[in-house]
């Protein structure tokens, strides 16, 4: 028994053949089907890879971004740090034109709102820069939630002081306005786009 054993050990092996499958077209070809790489998927998108097709591919995203989008953030994020720097810089001004009366406070609340908005601004300043459709999407989410608030707070501001100044009323309904542009913007991307 243990001869035979030696015996087959000590016989040669035939040389491994080797199977160039890159040269081979139909190989690759099923190769490829097999791993649904190179077909179509659901969506109509062709993925180079197996990787593009588990991770996901953005540059889908940027082509279906809507028209606006990009304008959109950046005025946003040019008004945010230009108000954060004027909440800052110049907290009795910005009080005064808004509320058409002095600040009887200290002007720290001012400045505060001032950094508060000056972090939003930072996040729209990279919102503009990204291609990643989440990270749009919060950006947006995060500025419809500042001007819903800002709404709801210069509401109730003005009917417990009892005013209505003109510079009041353009800031809400201002306030309005950048909010449905905001949430149809969110909307938008929120959606999946239709199958062809």
């Not at 279906?64 to 005025?75: C, D, K, T």
């Not at 009366?101 to 001032?114: A, C, D, K, N, Q």
């Not at 820069?129 to 819903?148: D, G, H, R």
Request: glycine share 6%; charged share 20%; net charge positive.
């Amino acid at each position: 028994m243990s001869t035979e054993l030696c015996a087959m050990a000590s016989k040669p092996h035939p040389p491994l053949m080797k199977k160039h499958s890159q040269t081979d077209l139909i190989s690759r070809l099923k190769s490829r089907k097999i791993l649904g790489v190179g077909g179509e998927d659901d969506d109509g998108e062709v993925h180079r890879s197996k990787i593009s097709q588990v991770l996901g591919n953005e540059i889908k995203f940027t082509m279906r971004e809507p028209i606006g989008l990009r304008v959109w953030i950046f005025i946003s994020a040019v008004g945010f740090t230009v108000m954060a720097l004027m909440a800052l810089a110049l907290p009795n001004q910005l009080y005064e034109v808004v509320f058409e009366e002095e600040l009887s406070t200290t002007s720290i609340s001012v400045r505060l709102y001032g950094g508060a908005l000056l972090s939003l601004a930072l996040i729209m300043w990279n919102g503009l820069y990204t291609a990643e459709k989440v990270i749009i999407q919060w950006t947006l989410l995060s500025e419809a939630c500042y001007f819903a608030i800002q709404f709801l707070v210069t509401s109730i501001t003005l009917m417990e002081l009892g005013i209505l100044p003109n510079a009041a009323i353009l800031l809400l309904l201002s306030r309005v306005l950048f909010l449905v542009v905001t949430v149809s913007y969110y909307h938008h991307l929120g959606r999946r786009p239709k199958k062809i």
